[in-house]
């Protein structure tokens, strides 16, 4: 079972990576569709999901409600933030996404998933500097006179 995920929390994550919050009412944030809102941002409010643990839904709004979705699931899963954020939950609408804090295995399974990312950049990076250091090794041994049979 999860940890309590309270919406206050998601909010202020949310308002720190910038976005703003629309502070809509569970009823103002099922009228309508996600594009009737003049600016994009944000609003939050608490569920029950089927564990019955409490977990915040997160839904976008404006007319780039789908940009403004993107931006939520990529801060929230942030490493610092350490969310675990499900956009295909059954009950969700289009533009909403279920927060719950991560467990331990998805955090680790996800800091993996970046490292495998990083990996061919990193190798690219400590061959140019070995390139680099060779470069200017030879560079010193010419200055001092010395240079190489070929």
Avoid: Y
């Avoid at 929230?76 to 719950?100: M, S, W, Y």
């Avoid at 990312?117 to 030879?138: F, G």
């Amino acid at each position: 079972m999860s940890r309590t995920t309270r919406n206050h929390t998601i909010r202020r994550h949310l308002v720190q990576g910038g976005l703003i919050d629309l502070e809509l009412s569970k009823q103002a944030q099922q009228a309508g569709g996600p594009a009737r809102h003049p600016v994009d941002g944000f609003s939050v409010r608490q569920h029950i999901d089927e564990a019955g643990t409490l977990v915040v839904i997160a839904a976008a709004f404006g007319p780039d409600w789908f940009t403004t979705m993107r931006e939520v699931r990529h801060r929230l899963e942030q490493p610092h933030v350490k969310c675990h954020v499900d956009g295909d939950a059954p009950g969700l609408a289009d533009n909403e996404l279920l927060v719950r804090w991560a467990t331990s295995a998805e955090l680790r399974a996800r800091a993996a998933a970046q490292e495998a990312r990083q990996a061919p950049l990193e190798a690219l990076l400590r061959r140019q500097v070995a390139a680099e250091r060779a470069a200017e090794q030879r560079q010193e041994l010419e200055d001092a006179g010395q240079s190489g049979l070929f």
